[in-house]
């Protein structure tokens, strides 16, 4: 192979990687630990790799925000930035804080070439892959996709505050377990998810798959430490429509 061969079979390598990385929507505190009696800020985003913001989730996309905590804590969207929108958080009492967003359901239609990269992207089960896979071809693979993200927050201390091992209702999320902080629970619709994939994400990037146990849960490895960020994505084949829906969810936290 000669150097422009080697220099293509590179770039080409790097562009697949580039294309398959994933976009997701996650909630980045300035802090997850903080003694600031102020305002906390938080800020919700699109990125390629966690916990670098990317691309800005402006005000209009934003269909619900919740905060719950001691005290009486209150949310609001401030002006966007460059790449991400700064939510502010006030009132807030010691202890442990959680805060969400779910952005408005979106219409997206992806063409052939882009199927595969979105399936490998995002792990769904494999009876809804298969579903995607029985499309005619050349395929239009229409879907609506539903975000929601959350992040959890120490308020002067960790311990008290609000209730994190309870669901908020969205169709797709992580709670905690009410005993054991290290581990997480996967409920899709309030049921939870077994056997299902899951990613945690480091502070640096990487992903690690893994995959919740019989009763939904993940553990989060010892030796993982620092900011933090766990995804899942459920895929529903359409029934009576044309469109698939696509549940995406992410939990971020530090430890």
Known sequence: MNKISIILA?????????????????????????????????????????????????????????????????????????KALPLQVTGAGPGLLVAAVKTKPRDVEYAEDRIPLILEEYRVAPAAAAAVGRLPRPRTWKVVSR???????????????????????????????????????????????ANYPVDLVGSDGKRKHLTTNAQGMIHVPVAAKGPMMLFAAVLTPPKGQERFTLDLSTLTFSR
Do not use: Y
Not at 27 to 54: E, H, K
Not at 56 to 76: A, H, N, Q
């Open 147 to 193: 975000r929601f993200a959350k992040t959890l927050v120490c308020v002067r201390r960790c311990t008290g505050g609000a209730s994190s091992d309870r669901a908020l209702g969205e169709p797709l999320e992580f709670v905690t377990h009410a005993n054991r902080r290290d581990h997480f629970i996967l409920l899709s619709k309030g049921r939870t998810l």
């Open 10 to 82: 590179a770039l080409s390598g790097t562009l697949i990687a580039t294309t398959a990385a994933a976009h997701d929507f996650f909630l980045m505190p300035d802090a997850f630990s903080t003694a600031r009696a102020g305002p906390l800020v938080i800020r919700a985003t699109v990125g390629s790799t966690f916990p670098t913001p990317q691309i800005v989730v402006t005000p209009d996309r934003v269909e619900r925000m919740w905060v719950r905590g001691k005290g009486s804590p209150l949310i609001r969207a401030s002006a966007a930035e460059e």
